[in-house]
């Protein structure tokens, strides 16, 4: 890259990814997704909103006191308590960034801050000087900024970099910007602000219209220097710009692109898979360069040509973003040493040598069920083994489940709760809706379905189903998963697991009235 400027990889899976319904995450599981984060050489990683809640304030502060390779970044409103609590939460980071920001589009100033622009400016510019108290690494971002009016946001970038923002970002908060406009709008307010070169301009775009990537990608060809994305393209509503293809797409068109990343794309699938695990959210099979179809060919004529010359249809390496080295295959005769150093190599650690024995003993008895256990199973059967170890309220110990043509189907089911012993049955209008209903019955959680969600992990009629149920309840949403080659049993799991997470209280409600 010495003769190409570098581009900074901004990850917010852990802050915009996090405000997808039903994608909330516990502090453990975003300190495994920032390490295959840092794994991947990902510049910047935004863990959170630590004025959100307590929960998202610890998380943010456990992942700025393990992570030193990649700077961590925390949100905050140009709100003084907001930026004092992000400084707080990163005060233990290696190396920390407070992303402060304010609306700037009218409507938004108007309608939501009912604030006037020079209110906005000075409100902007103090919130800056505040975070320099904390740290001298201080993002400002417009939020809005694709309806904002172009003097103004020439205006308040100006202030802010003046004030002593060195990232200024830009973002399309709402997916409203199409390339050539979201492209021309970066290269005016550089040009125009006397003291652009003293910052570096980032992108933040939303997928509403589909357009987050190209947006993204028109504003690098005009000078944008930092993309701000996230693993799968998760985010709020639409989703974000996805990380994987912002970087792939850079990466290949080294033709077009003055710029290059230092990220080691060879962890993108690993990394797509963990969160999509932790998350519940599957990666459509034909998902550029992170779906099971990405790298396949079914059609003859695309068969012989790949056959002849790989880049006859294939524009990327599979092996270059990660998918070799995800197809190695273990079996029940594989030991503990080779179990423990392939996780290690997927980027996975224990806490402790009795999670590894519960894990490896976890492994063995899906050998004994799956004749090939691919890496999917094994990023499957460790979320199991992780989501066990934090939520031990409520536990499966049986079930029995009958459905037959012409009956209504039953599930017997037994539970510990609490370390009591506890057994109930009930009929439903399928096996799985009789499980749900008998598990109910027992723990009355008095929570409401809002989604049942069934993915198979792998191909084949072994194959794991991994199941999703996402429960809400006095407006808090939480997602259960779980995993097995029995999709009933699965489905158990998972329904079990967002019981535990609502009678825990540990996940949170989405900070939706903030973020860019």
């Given amino acids: 890259?010495?003769?190409?400027?570098?581009?900074?990889?901004?990850?917010?899976?852990?802050?915009?990814?996090?405000?997808?319904?039903?994608?909330?995450?516990?502090?453990?599981?975003?300190?495994?997704?920032?390490?295959?984060?840092?794994?991947?050489?990902?510049?910047?990683?935004?863990?959170?909103?630590?004025?959100?809640?307590?929960?998202?304030?610890?998380?943010?502060?456990?992942?700025?006191?393990?992570?030193?390779?990649?700077?961590?970044?925390?949100?905050?409103?140009?709100?003084?308590?907001?930026?004092?609590?992000?400084?707080?939460?990163?005060?233990?980071a290696n190396s920390g960034r407070i992303h402060t920001f304010i609306a700037t589009s009218p409507i938004h100033m108007e309608q939501k801050l009912r604030m006037s622009p020079d209110q906005v400016m000075e409100q902007a510019v103090k919130a800056v000087k505040r975070a320099r108290r904390y740290t001298d690494n201080v993002e400002f971002s417009a939020e809005d900024a694709g309806r904002s009016e172009i003097d103004f946001l020439c205006r308040i970038v100006e202030a802010a970099i003046k004030a002593g923002a060195n990232t200024i970002n830009i973002p399309d908060t709402v997916g409203y910007n199409v390339p050539w406009q979201f492209g021309?709008?970066?290269?005016?307010?550089?040009?125009?602000?006397?003291?652009?070169?003293?910052?570096?301009?980032?992108?933040?775009?939303?997928?509403?219209?589909?357009?987050?990537?190209?947006?993204?990608?028109?504003?690098?060809?005009?000078?944008?220097?930092?993309?701000?994305?996230?693993?799968?393209?998760?985010?709020?509503?639409?989703?974000?710009?996805?990380?994987?293809?912002?970087?792939?797409?850079?990466?290949?068109?080294?033709?077009?692109?003055?710029?290059?990343?230092?990220?080691?794309?060879?962890?993108?699938?690993?990394?797509?898979?963990?969160?999509?695990?932790i998350t519940g959210f599957p990666v459509q099979p034909n998902k550029a360069v992170v779906g099971v179809n990405a790298f396949a060919h079914e059609s003859g004529i695309h068969q012989d040509g790949v056959l002849k010359s790989r880049e006859t249809y294939e524009i990327m390496r599979a092996e270059d973003v990660g998918w070799a080295q995800n197809r190695m295959v273990m079996g029940k005769h594989s030991g503990r040493s080779a179990f423990r150093a392939r996780l290690e190599e997927l980027g996975i650690e224990f806490s402790s040598e009795e999670e590894l024995n519960d894990a490896f003993r976890r492994f063995k008895d899906l050998a004994d069920k799956k004749h090939e256990i691919f890496d999917e199973d094994l990023q499957a059967l460790v979320t199991d083994v992780s989501i066990r170890a934090e939520n031990e309220l409520v536990n499966l110990i049986s079930m029995k489940v009958c459905s037959e043509t012409g009956e209504t189907p039953t599930a017997k089911i037994v539970l510990t709760v609490d370390g009591e012993e506890i057994a109930g049955e009930s009929t439903g209008g399928g096996p799985v809706d009789a499980t749900f209903r008998a598990i109910e019955s027992l723990v009355e959680t008095g929570s409401e379905l809002q989604l049942y969600s069934v993915n198979a992990i792998t191909s084949g009629t072994d194959a794991q189903g991994e199941v999703t149920v996402r429960l809400e309840k006095g407006g808090r949403i939480v997602n259960g998963q779980g995993a097995d080659t029995d999709i009933v049993i699965a489905s158990a799991k998972a329904y079990i697991n967002a019981c535990n997470l609502i009678m825990h209280g540990s996940k949170r409600a989405h900070p939706q009235s903030g973020g860019v």
Avoid: W, Y
């Fill in 1 to 92: 890259m010495s003769n190409k400027d570098s581009l900074i990889i901004f990850d917010t899976t852990l802050r915009d990814g996090e405000q997808s319904p039903g994608a909330s995450m516990t502090k453990d599981e975003k300190i495994r997704i920032a390490k295959a984060l840092e794994k991947m050489r990902v510049d910047v990683i935004e863990a959170g909103f630590p004025i959100a809640s307590p929960g998202d304030f610890e998380s943010v502060q456990a992942v700025a006191r393990t992570i030193t390779d990649s700077t961590v970044c925390g949100l905050a409103r140009a709100l003084d308590r907001d930026i004092d609590r992000a400084g707080e939460a990163l005060k233990d």
């Fill in 184 to 277: 021309n709008t970066v290269s005016e307010i550089i040009e125009r602000v006397p003291n652009s070169d003293q910052a570096i301009f980032s992108v933040h775009c939303h997928n509403d219209l589909g357009l987050a990537t190209s947006n993204s990608l028109s504003a690098v060809l005009n000078g944008a220097r930092q993309v701000e994305c996230t693993i799968n393209g998760l985010g709020e509503r639409a989703g974000n710009a996805s990380l994987e293809e912002v970087v792939m797409t850079v990466r290949t068109r080294s033709d077009i692109f003055e710029c290059d990343s230092n990220l080691d794309a060879t962890q993108i699938v690993t990394c797509s898979r963990l969160v999509s695990n």
